[in-house]
């Protein structure tokens, strides 16, 4: 580092001539500030050496366009270029108001590439501007000008090592310790009291152990005062108002003013002069700063040098890829309480600390409530560059009444990735459905200690996608029975007119209508004849086709389900299938003139909605297409986004709803194929009981208590019953895929039975076998089973589908089939051999864009439970 005498120029000769004294010493602020970015330079050198391609980030708000704005602005883009620092300028217009001023901060302080925010003072606007709740605005942590309520509070109290100290009463710190003058014990005179300078420069002063006195305009006895001071700190904002005379012999003297005056000798007539005359002070002074070349320098670079400060505060908590996320901590108890008690023992945190936890801003979440909310698309559209995480899908063998627990496994093994093994973990699941609300099924979001909650807010409305659905396909039915009244009652003239209104000796037909006038090759709607009039409007529905809205809404829920944009989302509305004509032709919502219609209806639908589990770790809550007559599986568009958000280190947990014959090949066939994405790893979930079921154990009863034979130990009932878990991982090596089983283990389980299911898996194929324990212990329990996904997601692997796309429009085939067998027939559990699976019919849903055959006894509508859970259920104003 150079010496402080080449920081220092002197005025005077070394001695006294004709007893006249040396001139002060000028402490250059030019040559400091120098100093201060090459140490910078250094030190973001050996940040690049540690973190490969990390900058420290900057941005100037500026709203407006004032000159002496502008200039400032550039000198501190120019400092931050040299240094190394990626600086950028946001420049809103002044017309901006104050809310679209907050809007922007909070963009900015979100983002984990921007480690300072500057906001330009004045705030140029032709609107009301409250400057303090605008500063204020500013994270704390990302306040380089140190001006927030906060960081001034921390440097008030003494808290100098964990606040931003203003960048001008930094500097003048700064130019202070050039001089080689120990504050402590010095008389120190401030004269102005500004938030920027003169009340920050106090504290420092106090806080450096100086007696320190503030001047001000209302104080009487102003040069009588800076005739004490050892250290005099000027920032009154008034021409040369100090004069030498006034000063204490050899002070040390810090001008932080910048005035212009007259002066015919320059080239615009105004010369920059500080608060302090300097002609005067140089005589008396021992050290004293220049007007320009002292205080201003110091500023930019005690700026640049917060930024960076900024950035290695940053870096002690930030892990490359890793969120700053909080987990609860559980604490099971034994024996285990209902899952209700449980799920009410724990308090969510609040949905925007969740959002913000996993790298979502504030304007892509749309709160419900405190602990749920929709996640805007522009969040995917954001995070596009941003590779994917791991993808694991759970299965399970074919449900049984005893339990696989598949939804349970999902939410285990995302807790045991995030708050036990500390890797960026997100779930993925179906929202209840109508029949999971209050019918057999229960919540549908897991169970113990491994639960969506709110409980009660994720098994009920949730965030009303299902309502949604509901009032689009009431909207379907109603149209096509409005339209079937009005063909069998209106002329041609007035059906036309109906459809397509004359207005101003002008008809404009809509997008539908265009799009049908163009299938039917009519391509000139301003010349059509009678014959073609007839032709556009007359569907000519046959009222025995019309889909009920039972019908309509399970389509809906698996267009929203695949859908990969609102864009596409709207193309496969307006594709669907609802009514047929009496000649056999199909009908369409757009035929119908809706398709733009149900879109609106499902436009918030569409997004996917943020929940969390017992451990906090988060979950994606959406959509809930059956698993018989349609796909099973949880949105495409929420497996996008949560692959995005958890980056290249992360996973992404998803459950395919049903036995692997029917939910994960549909997950494969169907669902991937229409995302494009390619899972890592298989997960099939078995339990011991239910593997005795089927290997020929006693049919029981939903709800009912389990039978001894699947209590107590039996080998070869649970030997024969892994011939069904063998089949179905031979469904899952398939695709291609490592296939991990987890036993999802029962208290009544032995070891013999859990080390015979382990060994059969593995001679079936699987890569590894693990018990879990996730229900009774939460995460803890299923982290052998995440540690051996991590494994199984290392090895190679290549994802394939089943068939290729030829014949049938091209579309895959979705089985609608029971879902408690192998074959059509539910009672039959194991391996089935020696059957021919019944088709009875098939049918297309354009929309959603797959075929689906009907099997055996199979009904398309969606089916009422025979005894509904609200029996048991009421509401009680006495709780919370």
């Not at 009005?486 to 109906?498: I, R, V």
């Not at 086709?545 to 267009?559: D, H, I, N, P, R």
């Not at 569409?606 to 451990?615: D, F, I």
């Not at 609608?816 to 559990?829: F, G, I, N, V």
């Amino acid at each position: 580092m150079l010496s402080f005498a080449a920081l220092t120029l002197r005025l005077g000769s070394a001695g006294c001539r004709g007893g006249r004294r040396n001139l002060a010493t000028i402490v250059s602020g030019n040559k400091t500030s120098q100093l201060v970015r090459e140490r910078l330079k250094e030190d973001l050198d050996k940040m690049r050496g540690q973190f490969p391609g990390f900058r420290p980030g900057l941005v100037v708000l500026q709203v407006g366009d004032r000159d002496d704005s502008n200039l400032y602005i550039s000198m501190k883009l120019k400092a931050a270029a040299e240094i190394g620092i990626n600086a950028s300028h946001v420049r809103l217009p002044k017309t901006a108001t104050e809310d679209e001023v907050l809007r922007r901060i909070v963009e900015v302080n979100e983002n984990l590439e921007v480690h300072g925010l500057i906001v330009q003072l004045p705030l140029d606007s032709i609107n009301p501007m409250d400057t303090e709740k605008v500063t204020n605005a500013v994270a704390p942590e990302k306040d380089v000008d140190g001006l927030t309520s906060i960081n001034a509070g921390k440097l008030s109290r003494g808290d100098l090592g964990d606040c931003f100290i203003p960048c001008t009463p930094k500097g003048c710190m700064k130019l202070i310790s050039q001089t080689g003058t120990s504050v402590a014990g010095k008389n120190a005179v401030v004269i102005g009291r500004s938030k920027i300078v003169g009340a920050p420069m106090h504290d420092l002063l106090l806080w450096s152990h100086a007696t320190v006195t503030t001047c001000h305009s209302k104080t009487t006895d102003l040069a009588a005062q800076v005739g004490r001071a050892d250290i005099l700190v000027v920032g009154a904002g008034k021409a040369e108002m100090v004069k030498g005379e006034w000063l204490k012999e050899g002070a040390v003297v810090i001008d932080c003013g910048i005035n212009h005056i007259p002066d015919d000798s320059k080239a615009n007539g105004l010369r920059v002069v500080g608060d302090v005359h300097y002609p005067s002070a140089k005589e008396k002074a021992g050290f004293i700063t220049p007007v320009p070349g002292g205080v201003g320098p110091m500023t930019v670079a005690m700026l640049m040098e917060n930024t960076v400060q900024s950035a290695k505060r940053f870096l002690k908590t930030y892990q490359p890829g890793k969120w700053n996320i909080s987990y609860a901590k559980l604490k099971p108890q034994k024996p285990q309480p209902r899952d209700a008690v449980i799920a009410h023992s724990f308090t969510p945190k609040s949905i925007g600390r969740l959002a913000r936890e996993v790298g979502l801003f504030s304007e892509e979440v749309e709160p419900y409530g405190t602990t749920r909310a929709k996640v805007r698309l522009e969040a995917l559209n954001r995070l596009k560059t941003q590779p994917n995480g791991k993808y694991l899908v759970v299965t399970g063998i074919t449900p049984t009444p005893l339990g696989e627990g598949t939804t349970t496994t999902t939410l285990g093994l995302a807790q045991a990735l995030g708050a036990h093994l500390h890797v960026n973990s997100f779930a993925c699941v179906r929202q209840p459905s109508r029949g999971s609300n209050f019918g057999v099924k229960g919540g549908a979001v897991g169970g113990g200690y491994c639960q969506v909650i709110p409980m009660e807010e994720v098994s009920l409305h949730l965030t009303s996608d299902t309502q949604a659905v509901m009032a689009a396909s009431s909207l379907v039915v109603d149209t096509i029975n409005a339209r079937v009244l009005c063909e069998s009652t209106q002329s041609d003239k007035a059906l036309f007119d109906w459809l397509v209104p004359l207005r101003d000796g002008h008809r404009k037909f809509s997008l539908s209508q265009l799009n049908r006038l163009k299938r039917l090759g009519l391509a000139k709607p301003e010349t059509l004849k009678p014959e073609e009039i007839y032709r556009f409007i007359r569907l000519d529905i046959d009222p025995e086709t019309k889909t009920l809205s039972g019908y309509v809404a399970s389509e809906m829920m698996a267009v929203l389900a695949l859908s990969t944009s609102l864009g596409d989302m709207t193309r496969r509305l307006a594709r669907m299938v609802v009514a047929y004509s009496r000649k056999g032709k199909p009908v369409t919502t757009e035929d119908l003139g809706i398709s733009g219609v149900l879109a609106t209806l499902m436009r918030d639908a569409v997004k996917p909605s943020l929940m969390q589990t017992m451990e906090g770790t988060p979950v994606f809550v959406h959509t809930c297409p059956l698993s018989d007559i349609a796909q099973g599986n949880s949105s495409i568009l929420a497996d996008q986004i949560a692959l995005k958000l958890v980056g290249p280190e992360g996973f992404v947990v998803t459950e395919a709803e049903g036995g692997a014959e029917l939910g994960m090949e549909k997950f494969f066939d169907i669902k991937c194929r229409s995302s494009g994405l390619h899972p890592d790893v298989v997960v099939m979930v078995a339990s011991v009981p239910a593997l005795k079921m089927h290997g020929g154990g006693p049919a029981v009863m939903a709800g009912s208590a389990m039978p001894k034979e699947y209590s107590a130990e039996n080998l070869t009932l649970l030997e024969n019953g892994c011939n069904h878990l063998k089949r179905q991982l031979e469904n899952a090596r398939a695709f291609g895929l490592p296939v991990v089983v987890a036993i999802n283990t029962f208290s009544t389980d032995t070891d013999a039975e859990l080390g015979l299911v382990c060994e059969q898996a593995k001679l079936a194929g699987a890569l590894e076998a693990v018990p879990c324990s996730h229900w009774s212990e939460g995460g803890a329990g299923a982290v052998a089973l995440g540690q051996a996904v991590q494994r199984a997601a290392e090895t190679p692997h290549q994802m394939n589908f089943l068939y290729d796309l030829e014949g049938l429009g091209n579309l895959p085939i979705c089985m609608a089939k029971t879902h408690l067998s192998l074959s059509h027939d539910p009672e039959r559990k194991g391996v089935p051999t020696g059957f021919t699976l019944p088709i009875r019919d098939i049918h297309a849903n354009l929309g959603a864009g797959f075929l689906y055959p009907l099997v055996g006894t199979t009904s398309v509508a969606p089916q009422s439970p025979a005894f509904s859970c609200f029996h048991d259920n009421d509401f009680s104003t006495e709780s919370k």
